[in-house]
């Protein structure tokens, strides 16, 4: 399909930083707990950068489109099968059902989204208010419940002030809503911070490679496959019907919304699994094979609703 070499430019870094996580794990050259130090320093440090960079920066009005109210139908629904299909054919307990929604539903909307949206759209606007809904209310709901299981009900209501990723989001929309901005000295000290999120995540989703969890049995890769059929078809699918048979989208919206919902699964669900030690087995292999995954379905939407 025509689209796919383009493709393969967003999905290289991808599949490098990953691959040098890998060799990283094979050599023993960061020692033995370098992914749960790596992976702490996304959570703690880089990523809470990153997002307070982000949010700060962005309008919160660019909510207001009918392209998000197709990629929020999207993915609200295959959030919510991925839970219950975590739930009701595995057993899952609270914390794994969570993440097995998020990763179900939740797009590598930043780096994986920007290179794909410039390739095939020719313009990347729309990474903003995807970024945002999945930040500002996403996110939130899975750190949440994922803090109140491992800390109880009294540390869930002061979680906004106790999670670096909840503070800085928060921080930041002030910020955006306020319109005032931080001195460049602290800007640009988020930004060298915040630019180590996404590579350091991928070389720690390497790592894991190395030294999986001890986690087997024929459920497990029936998990993963259910998680990557919702993420690689339920949720675009969702999108097209939404945006076509309810919204009645102009063809380029439509591409874009179904497009960005056929984004694989993000590399944050790996690093939200490992920090809250819950399921890190199935989010490294979800993400990883939806990500291989969505090579084609990218491509298909491309070809199917591209311009002729």
């Not at 660019?62 to 959030?79: E, K, Q």
């Not at 590579?199 to 998680?227: D, F, K, N």
């Not at 699994?273 to 490294?284: P, Q």
């Amino acid at each position: 399909m025509s689209s796919l070499h383009p493709l393969l430019s967003g999905f290289a870094p991808i599949w490098a930083l990953t691959g040098v996580g890998y060799l990283l794990g094979r050599s023993g050259l960061l020692g033995e707990h370098a992914e749960q130090v790596l992976n702490r320093f996304v959570f703690h440090a880089a990523m809470p950068a990153a997002l307070f960079l982000m949010i700060s920066r962005t309008p919160l009005d660019r909510f207001a489109n009918p392209s998000m109210v197709a990629f929020t139908a999207s993915t609200v629904v295959a959030c919510g099968l991925g839970l219950f299909v975590s739930y009701r054919l595995f057993g899952r307990g609270l914390p794994e059902r969570t993440l097995g929604g998020m990763a179900a539903g939740y797009v590598n909307s930043a780096n994986l989204g920007i290179p794909v949206a410039v390739q095939v759209l020719g313009d990347a606007s729309f990474v903003g208010p995807v970024v945002l809904f999945q930040i500002l209310v996403v996110t939130p709901t899975v750190l949440t419940v994922l803090d109140s299981g491992r800390a109880g009900l009294r540390a869930a209501l002061t979680l906004p002030l106790r999670n670096p990723i909840l503070l800085a989001v928060g921080l930041g929309a002030v910020l955006s809503a306020t319109g005032w901005r931080p001195p460049a000295e602290l800007n640009r000290s988020c930004e060298l911070l915040g630019g180590a999120a996404v590579p350091t995540a991928l070389v720690a989703l390497g790592l894991s490679i190395c030294h999986p969890p001890a986690v087997t049995g024929v459920s497990r890769y029936l998990e993963v496959g259910s998680a990557v059929a919702i993420k690689n078809l339920v949720q675009p699918l969702t999108a097209w019907a939404v945006g076509a048979l309810v919204l009645d989208l102009p063809p380029h919206q439509l591409l874009t919304v179904v497009l960005f919902a056929a984004l694989p699964s993000a590399q944050n669900v790996f690093t939200y699994a490992r920090e809250y030690n819950h399921g890190a087995a199935f989010a490294r292999d979800t993400v990883l094979a939806s990500t291989l995954v969505s090579m084609a379905t990218l491509s298909l939407v491309g070809w199917a609703l591209g311009p002729v």
